[in-house]
């Protein structure tokens, strides 16, 4: 089943970015929107109507391929006004708004090459902004900046956001690049095995995961598995591996009960001394690597397990190497506490 009741509304103007692993149902979930698959139940609505019945081309849907499908007897610049120039637009608007989407996708000195004259990058750079001149309302965007190198790919986002909005458009952008939903949309759907595993903004998302899986796939987490000891109106104790006790703000859990506790790797923090207030577990840095603007530390723990702790090289009032003693420390408002899962930890963070 490659989508399993999906129920999912998007407003007029959103930036709406459907996220998941590869399988997870996303590209199904667009092109059914599109019209070029039929749902074997369930319906369609744009604008409060039914489309279920209408082709493609009637639904005011515009959809990106991942494989591009440019017209390749056209040059650039006639991929990308092809759309205003079947609709009689006037001259000189499509005329603009042609020139103003190859300067924001960076080709407009190669207006008049062909596709077969262009890198990958290239043509789904002008695919890209064949769509986005098309006329349609809507746009069904799958992977839009994925043949893009890193660079590119970051500057395009935030104006691949902005052109849609100051065209009063509607997007649907399918990715399974966390950062590039994150950074992009209005709100994200978190989308697993065809089901829908969480919405909301992605502040919401990121801050609140409601399962292990959104935890983990978004943004990653350390996982500790252990039992509640105590809980109560101040919070609860989970106890881990080796007898160690993590207080945690959250309270709504039974005595008993196994539980699953992630932390994000940026709310795992690291130092030389305990701090007041918090869960601190010793440990020895077993590895160190430098990511950029921060730097991931994998910290061998007493209980013999690990876990990995990020900081922000601007924030970092010391850097560790391998070998050195430290202490973890886990603030208990940071905690997210999840229910055990019945298939196991391990079956629950994979992507599919």
């Known amino acids: 089943m490659a989508l399993d009741g999906v129920n999912l509304s998007v407003e007029d103007g959103e930036y709406v970015c459907v996220l998941g692993p590869t399988g997870a149902g996303k590209t199904t979930l667009l092109r059914i929107i599109a019209g070029l698959l039929e749902p074997d ?38 991929n990308v006004s092809y759309g205003p120039e079947i609709k009689n637009w006037d001259r000189e608007k499509v005329e603009q708004l042609t020139s103003e989407i190859l300067g924001m996708v960076r080709l407009a000195e190669r207006r008049d090459a062909y596709p077969h004259e262009l890198s990958g990058g290239m043509q789904q750079r002008v695919a890209l902004g064949r769509g986005i001149a098309s006329g349609a309302r809507i746009l069904l965007l799958d992977e839009p900046l994925g043949a893009l190198d890193a660079r590119l790919r970051v500057e395009l986002r935030a104006q691949l956001k902005q ?154 009032s010391k850097i560790y190497t391998a070998g050195q003693h430290v202490v973890v420390t886990l603030l208990p408002v940071k905690g997210h506490v999840f229910p055990y899962p019945a298939m196991g930890l391990l079956k629950e963070v994979e992507a599919i």
């Open 163 to 316: 052109l849609v909005k100051d065209q009063g458009l509607t997007a649907v952008h399918v990715t399974h690049d966390q950062e590039e939903a994150l950074m992009t949309a209005d709100r994200v759907v978190v989308l697993r095995n065809g089901r829908v595993e969480q919405t909301g903004t992605p502040h919401e998302v990121y801050s609140r995961p409601h399962s292990i899986f959104v935890a983990s796939f978004v943004g990653g987490a350390n996982f500790l598995e252990g039992t509640i000891i105590r809980s109560d109106d101040t919070g609860s104790v989970i106890e881990i591996l080796g007898g160690i006790r993590i207080h945690v703000a959250t309270g709504d859990v039974k005595v008993g009960e196994r539980m699953v506790l992630a932390y994000r790797l940026e709310d795992t923090g690291i130092g030389e001394a305990a701090v007041v207030g918090a869960n601190n577990l010793p440990g020895v840095i077993e590895s160190a690597t430098f990511i950029g603007d921060s730097i991931e530390y994998e910290v061998h723990l007493e209980n013999n397990g690990t876990i990995v702790s990020k900081s922000l090289l601007s924030d970092a």
């Open 41 to 78: 139940e369930g319906e369609i609505y744009v604008d409060g109507r039914c489309v279920n019945h209408l082709p493609p081309e009637a639904r005011d849907t515009v959809y990106m391929y991942q494989q591009y499908a440019l017209f390749p007897h056209m040059t650039v610049w006639q």
